[in-house]
């Protein structure tokens, strides 16, 4: 059973800094990518970042600048440390990765709420 488990979320004050991890365990074989969607009440599931095998990575334009993903493959957890933090930053974040084991599959993580005071 393939598992992505989060963690590092929180309430921080505007300005402030939280790092998220989400380590994945499980037989899923090859990753193809891993990243970073947030989901604020009332709003669609939106991209925040991404990092692929190769190490490329993509940004949300809201984060650019303040966000940085990273990954440790040995380990295979995808961080992401978010600066400069904004009270529109606030909304559960979710892990995702897609891999590949003969058949694409996509698996999701439960969420880590990050709330951000003014």
């Known amino acids: 059973q393939v598992q992505l488990v989060e963690s590092g979320g929180g309430l921080v004050q505007a300005g402030g800094s939280l790092r998220l991890s989400c380590a994945a365990s499980g037989s899923f074989g090859g990753i193809i990518s891993m990243a970073w969607y947030r989901q604020a009440p009332g709003a669609q599931r939106e991209l925040v970042a991404g990092?692929?095998?190769?190490?490329?990575?993509n940004y949300a334009d809201s984060v650019k600048g303040r966000f940085i993903i990273s990954r440790d493959n040995a380990l295979n957890t995808v961080y992401l440390q978010m600066n400069s933090l904004k009270p529109e930053d606030t909304a559960v974040y979710y892990c995702k990765m897609l891999a590949d084991s003969g058949v694409q599959r996509q698996y999701w993580g439960q969420g880590t709420q990050v709330t951000v005071s003014s």
């Open positions: 990092i692929f095998s190769g190490g490329g990575t």
